[in-house]
């Protein structure tokens, strides 16, 4: 039972407002429950805020203000207190900042409400129309179910007045009901599918970590199209038979339209979803019911995590190596590690999926601190593609094309098969770079020290860093020359162009998280290709996560050297799990599969490795030389940004930082910079870094609070401290 306090006791409630810490109130009219959602007087301000446990005292009584009211909303869980506290302090994050991440329901503040619906009636109409009757005849078709009056119209084809009319005469009920209703209960039943013997021990392993009802993490490793999203559904539907609920996070919004058709087909209705394409309405629903527990199964993105769930059973995370799992801006936290945190509060399990792990998750398991299960073989007939390189020296091309003569011929030999061929490229937009023949100057953008990307698509010239756009100019910026102005390098715009020059009766498709207004009309353009809508598709990484494309034969890598180039230590990792997955694409049905990576540098152990399909010994020769530099995940980092309009004040602080480097010192830290970052101005701000490295066992953001601590931060600089830092930019 949550404790309970007194109309009148002196309680503290956290808000989410930048304050540092909780501030006392009285408890209202009829008391309320330690982590009751409230809202509080602030000033001249009513905020929102949680009870957080017995006020402070220390001072005259009567100033206290009163808590307004309680929302309608079951209280937060000592549990996810729990976690908002720890995973606060794992990321160095203010709690009203995790209050706050806790908290982003719309309409949480808003009153009880209700809506009309209508249902079928027991009168009979003064007479009969065509009208009439397809309303009643919607009713029928759906038995006793009740809709809203404009769903209801449209289902019959009718205008709501017929609707009305018939209300009046008791044909048609009209009722009021909450608005947020619970999600249809979802059946655990049974696979569809006969599972082979590898992925029943697999799945026999999850269901029993879920019998335990305490904290696990597994890692389930399989190449695309083992089925392991068949096989993590039934440790779904074991936590579902138990009566506990599921979340299921995935990378990409996009993947889920595809994913809830599985769970509908599997479990017999819809989950809820949470993530940016889900509207005000269905989030704050889906916010309300996971508190209530009429919500089993949560489909979502990384704040999902988020979510007031009663009795979490189990997390699976889904292409657990996906860097969108990491929030670069805000808080920063990674949702694969802050769903281990939260499940070992809760007494919950962790599944980390994916066909190439990060090598966080394979040291761990590599360590026995997490289970493993396998899935060696891809489902029925499909096979492992075939992987070679095509070594570009040996291949003369013009400038300003990127496909060599020997990927054109595999293409064309696809063309004439009927089937697919996949040409991937990691750059957005029409040319990465944009130039002046006259004088050499390259355009970029006013507010940021990087390169303005030509996307002729929206006819615009766009920033990556800060979204800035503007249009193509006439004339150089730089010297005025006219018509000078030239397109460097390929973006996936620009390969479509060529592709169209060599392949002009293909249908070619071109797939970038940016040609596409929204998710759902992504969701369409992948839904027409994967029935064979286009000859040739032209993708982003969206296209490298987990869709299935079953008459997609071959995948050829434009430039599979581009993630190889800097100096970020997961350059070879990314690049190898990048490969592995868009080759994964190639073959899933029936067809076997080829992949043919262009390469300056066939012979790179990168790209050797990945050709070789040696996935342990990869892992085992990073992991040797992660541990040999005591970098992550064999020793710790902070990653530390300072930024600031005034260069001057954001080295001085920098330097004044790193000469005060005592508290890290003692933890036997080192700390590196301060030095320009590699984008070392967005949107106006100057940015300079500083790394921290750390043994693996040290405390270190404890370290890290003091060592900032001694340093007053003027009031325009930011300061970001990123644990576990996935980019350097
Ligand atoms: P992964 O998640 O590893 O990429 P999936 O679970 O998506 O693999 O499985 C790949 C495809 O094979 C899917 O279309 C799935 O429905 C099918 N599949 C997997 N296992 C079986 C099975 N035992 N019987 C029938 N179809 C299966
Ligand atoms: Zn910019």
């Not at 869980?77 to 990321?91: H, N, S, V």
């Not at 779904?236 to 339209?257: D, F, K, M, N, S």
């Not at 980390?352 to 398991?365: F, G, H, I, R, Y």
């Not at 100096?567 to 043919?596: C, H, I, N, W, Y």
């Amino acid at each position: 039972m949550l404790q309970h306090f007194e109309e009148g006791a002196l309680i503290s409630v956290m808000t989410a407002q930048p304050l540092d810490r909780a501030l006392d109130y009285k408890a209202p009219e009829g008391g309320c429950f330690l982590g009751a959602f409230v809202e509080v007087p602030l000033g001249p301000r009513k905020v929102l805020g949680v009870v957080w446990g017995k006020g402070e005292g220390g001072y005259e009584l009567s100033k206290v203000r009163s808590v307004i009211r309680v929302l309608d909303a079951a209280p937060m869980q000592p549990k996810m207190r729990d976690f908002l506290i720890r995973a606060g302090e794992y990321t160095l994050t203010p709690l009203s900042a995790m209050v706050r991440l806790a908290t982003r329901s719309p309409g949480l503040g808003d009153p009880p409400s209700m809506r009309t619906i209508y249902r079928l009636g027991t009168g009979e109409p003064d007479r009969w129309t065509d009208a009439r009757r397809k309303v009643v005849a919607a009713l029928e078709e759906y038995g006793g179910l009740a809709f809203t009056l404009k769903e209801l119209a449209e289902m019959a084809g009718v205008s709501t007045s017929v609707v009305k009319g018939l209300v009046k005469q008791g044909v048609v009920a009209e009722e009021a009901s909450p608005r947020d209703l619970p999600y249809p209960h979802l059946d655990p039943g049974q696979s569809p599918f006969d599972l082979t013997d590898e992925q029943k021990e697999a799945a026999s392993v999850l269901t029993k970590g879920l019998e335990t009802k305490t904290y696990g993490t597994t890692l389930l490793k399989g190449v695309t199209g083992s089925g392991k999203t068949e096989v993590y559904l039934e440790a779904v539907g074991a936590c579902l038979a138990a009566g506990r609920q599921a979340l299921v996070l995935l990378p990409e919004i996009a993947l889920t339209a595809e994913f809830l058709t599985r769970v509908e087909a599997r479990f017999g209705a819809k989950p809820a979803e949470w993530h940016s394409g889900v509207t005000m309405t269905e989030r704050r629903r889906a916010w309300k019911m996971v508190a209530e527990g009429h919500a089993q199964l949560v489909v979502g993105a990384r704040s999902a995590l988020f979510l007031p769930f009663q009795d979490l059973g189990l997390i699976v995370v889904d292409e657990e190596h996906d860097t969108s799992y990491k929030q670069e801006d805000g808080v920063l936290y990674n949702a694969r590690d802050m769903a281990v945190l939260r499940a070992s509060i809760t007494g919950a399990q962790v599944v980390l999926a994916s066909a190439t792990p990060s090598l966080e998750s394979w040291a761990n398991a590599d360590a026995g601190k997490y289970g493993r299960v396998t899935l060696t073989s891809r489902f029925g007939e499909a096979v492992m593609p075939t992987l070679k390189a095509i070594d570009m020296r040996a291949e003369s091309l013009p400038s300003n094309r990127w496909i060599s003569d020997t990927l054109a011929r595999a293409v064309t030999q696809r063309i004439e098969a009927g089937e697919q061929s996949l040409l991937f490229l990691n750059r957005r937009g029409y040319a990465p770079i944009t130039i002046c023949r006259a004088c050499g100057h390259q355009i970029g953008c006013d507010q940021c020290d990087a390169r303005m990307v030509e996307h002729r698509f929206l006819k615009r010239l766009v920033c990556h860093q800060c979204g800035e756009t503007k249009p193509m100019p006439q004339t150089c910026p730089s010297c005025e020359a006219e018509d000078r102005l030239a397109p460097v390098g390929p973006g996936v715009e620009r390969l479509g162009e060529e592709v169209t020059a060599l392949f002009p009766d293909a249908r070619v498709s071109v797939l970038s998280s940016d040609l596409f207004g929204s998710a759902r009309a992504l969701k369409a353009a992948i839904e027409e290709i994967a029935d064979g809508g286009a000859d040739i598709i032209i993708g982003t990484q969206i296209v490298a996560k987990g869709h299935n494309f079953p008459h997609l034969t071959l995948v050829g890598v434009i430039d599979a050297d581009l993630g190889l180039q800097g100096s970020d230590l997961r350059a070879a990792e990314r690049t190898f799990q990048l490969m592995r997955q868009v080759s994964g694409r190639a073959g899933r049905a029936d067809k076997p599969g080829t992949a043919l990576l262009q390469s300056y540098q066939p012979a790179h152990p990168v790209i050797q490795a990945i050709l070789s399909g040696d996935e342990e010994e990869f892992w085992r020769a990073e992991a040797a030389e992660r541990r040999m530099a005591g970098v992550p995940p064999y020793g710790r980092m902070a990653g530390i940004v300072l930024s600031s309009p005034d260069v001057q004040e954001v080295f001085d602080i920098g330097k004044a930082l790193a000469a005060r480097d005592a508290p890290l010192r003692k933890i036997g830290a080192q700390v590196f910079g301060p030095a320009a970052a590699p984008i070392a101005r967005i949107r106006g701000r100057h940015r300079v870094r500083l790394l921290v490295k750390a043994d693996k066992g040290a405390p270190l953001q404890q370290a890290l609070a003091q060592w900032v601590g001694q340093i007053r931060m003027p009031s325009n600089l930011r300061l970001a401290i990123d644990i576990d830092p996935q980019s350097f930019y």
